[in-house]
């Protein structure tokens, strides 16, 4: 007998098949196969439409920092719904919102970043960054500065902009990308570095032979025309790469040396998730701009910004002009309140110090100790609540499966069909999840993960 609950199921599918297209995704393949539907959310799990409850181990697309069904986050929604729906602020406006949000970043941003422009997305803060880069430079009488440098396997969002400074290879032909003006560098991608030709070289050693190939690059295009340098601290959609200790302060030299502004992309690592409020305090790098999105809202509205270091907000908001720029919902009410009540919560409930301190440190061990010596796994790298497992044909050899992205595709099958969201980046297994993630959830991810690993261990023959 079919249940009531798989008709509407199959109603819903049929429905989202006939009118809705989803992003990164192959519309005929999904259509034909049919979409799972999330029905609700609480803590960090999921109920998809057939009643199936789901451990989230990546928080949403990572952003879902405070988990799901948070009340205090609905009712500042709700609060802000009834009392300002919405306003903008082109007309010389604000709102209290938006202004309690961003005095709360300048409090919590690294020294220095004490100006925010709202946006509604990641990829609309990398885009509003390019500009805002582009113009302090004309505004400092150097139009020629003008070529943005980023790394391979980056992934800074969608727009133009935002997916001509990704290093994705595959995000760039079918839209004719990147524009002009982009150049790329390598990753510090020690894992990837044997096979990559650099031979059984260390971290370290790596990380400033990789950090000197900007200094190569920059001198190459010219340092009189190069804008800027884009990065995430930690590489996240990239596949999860986390520099050697050497690799920022010699980025840092570089871009000091050429003048070179240094944008960092906090979309992922920002709001608590290396342990710090952002990467750039764990790494000790001193931006010039910032992007943030994500874990600023939780996730729960969709709000981006762009916070300006000292330098450049004492010259692009000293220009004695019109800066023409600004979105219908930049510093949208209802999204700041959200914002501003997400950031109070992390703080008042100790979440940041949790993840560097307790449960950060608890998720490594536990990834450590179940698959360091695991036969599919060449490594576990992590920090904070950001984690990957790496499978690999041969660890000492540190090479990739010839089929890239096979078998982390057959091993996050086997992660959704128990009920675990873990993600597959080429062949690793990724895990972000919510910051609130308890001990024994921790426990259910790990053992679900290590039951699909095995699985694909032994479908692949190496078990
Ligand atoms: C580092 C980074 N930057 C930018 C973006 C783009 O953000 P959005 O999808 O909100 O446009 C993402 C999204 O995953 C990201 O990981």
């Known amino acids: 007998m079919v249940s009531e609950t798989h008709n509407l199921t199959k109603h819903w599918q049929a429905l989202d098949a006939a009118h809705h297209v989803h992003p990164f995704a192959d519309t005929a393949a999904l259509n034909a196969e049919g979409v799972r539907v999330i029905t609700k959310a609480d803590g960090v799990y999921l109920w998809d439409s057939e009643g199936r409850k789901i451990i ?15 009340k205090e986050l609905a009712e500042a929604g709700c609060e802000a719904l009834r009392v300002l729906p919405y306003y903008n602020h082109f007309f010389k406006t604000s709102n209290p919102y938006t202004i309690d949000l961003a005095a709360k970043l300048a409090l919590l941003l690294p020294n220095g970043h004490e100006h925010v422009l709202f946006a509604n ?24 500065k003008k070529i943005h440098i980023s790394r391979e396997l980056a992934y800074h969002g969608v727009t133009f902009a935002a997916a001509s400074l990704s290093g994705l290879t595959p995000m760039h032909p079918q839209w004719d990308l990147p524009l002009p003006g982009f150049a790329k560098v390598p990753a510090p991608y020690w894992f990837g570095a044997k096979a990559a030709g650099y031979g059984d070289i260390d971290p370290e050693e790596f990380g400033l032979l990789i950090a000197r190939q900007l200094e190569d690059r920059i001198l190459e295009l010219g340092p009189e025309r190069v804008a800027s340098f884009s990065a995430e601290p930690i590489q996240g959609a990239g596949g999860l790469i986390f520099p050697p200790a050497t690799y920022w302060p010699e980025v840092q030299n570089i871009c000091a040396k050429y003048d070179v502004l240094l944008h960092i992309d906090e979309v992922i690592t920002g709001f608590g998730r290396t342990g710090e409020w952002f990467g750039c ?3 000790a790098i001193h931006p010039d701009i910032i992007s943030m999105a994500k874990g600023l809202s939780s996730g729960y509205q969709p709000i981006s910004g762009v916070s300006l270091g000292k330098r450049m907000a004492d010259t692009i908001l000293n220009a004695n002009e019109e800066m023409v720029h600004g979105y219908t919902y930049s510093g949208h009410p209802v999204a700041s309140a959200v914002a501003v009540r997400n950031l109070e919560v992390i703080e008042r409930t100790g979440l940041v110090p949790r993840v560097k301190n307790s449960i950060g440190p608890y998720l490594q061990r536990r990834l450590h ?15 904070g609540l950001l984690a990957a497992v790496e499978l690999v044909p041969n660890k000492p050899e540190r090479s990739f499966f010839p ?6 595709s057959h091993c996050r099958n086997y992660c959704f069909g128990s009920g675990l969201i873990s993600r597959a980046i080429r062949d690793t297994m990724v895990l972000s999840p919510p910051l609130t993630v308890s001990e024994g959830e921790i426990e259910e991810i790990v053992a679900k993960l290590k039951d699909a690993i095995d699985r694909t261990a032994h479908d692949f023959g190496k078990m």
């Open 56 to 70: 989230d181990g990546m928080a949403g697309l990572w952003c879902v920092q405070v988990g799901y069904g948070n």
């Open 121 to 144: 997305s990641g990829s609309e803060a990398n885009d509003t960054a390019l500009k805002l880069i582009r113009y302090y430079w004309n505004l400092r009488g150097r139009p020629d």
């Open 281 to 283: 305090q764990t790494y």
């Open 369 to 383: 100790e179940t698959f360091e010596n695991h036969p599919l796994v060449g490594e576990v790298r992590g920090h």
């Open 403 to 408: 089929e890239i992205g096979r078998v982390g």
